[in-house]
């Protein structure tokens, strides 16, 4: 006698009930609401632009966030309110000129009392303004390289102790025009150059208890003073990507390095839209 086949299984693959994937969609939005719970955040340079873009994404997420300013103190209360509106007692501000290194320890003093810790420094005021060659000033150089690079160098030496006890994290915003200079820029692309370098020396000189990374962006945000139309579409055009980014680009990045690179330092990740690629 023929055997028996065995009954034919149904392979076809279901779709979860809408209710599971419902379910899953709620907790990956609580996931990601508290993957910074608990954590303390230092941004330089928060009140406006891209600090101000970083400053909402990582709290957001759950972190307490200090943010320091020098003169914007309208928008940096603005947007401590904002911020302590959806989380009450959430953020807290500081005021400094990052050029006084006199002062930058009593900064941090301030931040670290602010929430009892410090978990990331966030390295993100900067000046930045042309220099041609023939113009070129000593009152440029220290203003240029002190925001850019003297003040991040001092200000992760004094955030270091705190930092070690949470083994924690120093963020550096660079430039994709520190590795490729942008022309009329020379001071502020040396600057930026010397802070791609101080980043993988702190991370050697800190590690394994502290990370140092830095993120350097592309066309993300164009500058107040205004960018020439025509050379706006030009700079997007070398882009593989063929379009602008924004600060939200730059802030989902910073996230990605808090939360979700504890394997990760010493690296320069460009956000750019390939911009870098084409050169």
Excluded at 12 to 35: C, E, I, M, Q
Aim: a positive charge; one cysteine or more.
């Amino acid at each position: 006698m023929p055997s028996k086949r065995p009954p034919a299984r149904n392979t076809k693959r279901r779709n979860p009930p809408r209710s599971t994937a419902r379910a899953g969609a709620l907790a990956a939005s609580a996931s990601a609401a508290d993957a910074l719970s608990g954590k303390t955040v230092l941004i330089t340079g928060a009140a406006r632009r891209v600090g101000a873009g970083i400053a909402r994404k990582l709290h957001s997420a759950g972190a307490n966030i200090v943010l320091h300013f020098r003169n914007s103190r309208q928008d940096a209360t603005s947007l401590a309110k904002e911020l302590n509106a959806a989380r009450p007692d959430s953020t807290a501000l500081v005021r400094a000129d990052l050029l006084d290194i006199k002062a930058l320890p009593a900064m941090v003093e301030a931040a670290v009392k602010a929430f009892g810790q410090l978990d990331v420094l966030i390295n993100n005021a900067s000046s930045f303004y042309p220099t041609p060659v023939g113009t070129i000033t000593e009152s440029h150089w220290n203003d240029l390289v002190g925001t850019n690079l003297k003040a991040p160098l001092f200000l992760s030496q004094a955030v270091a102790p705190a930092l070690r006890r949470t083994h924690g994290l120093i963020l550096n915003l660079a430039d994709i025009h520190a590795l490729r200079p942008l022309r009329r820029y020379t001071t502020y692309c040396v600057a930026k150059a010397g802070l791609i370098m101080l980043t993988k020396s702190l991370a050697r000189e800190l590690g394994p208890y502290v990370r140092v990374n830095a993120i350097a962006p592309g066309p993300v945000m164009w500058p107040e003073d205004g960018t020439d139309k025509t050379l706006q579409k030009k700079i997007i055009e070398r882009t593989a990507l063929k379009r602008s980014g924004s600060p939200d680009d730059v802030a989902r990045t910073a996230l990605f390095f808090c939360a979700d690179a504890p394997f990760i330092t010493g690296q320069i990740l460009a956000v750019d839209g390939g911009r870098s690629v084409g050169w």
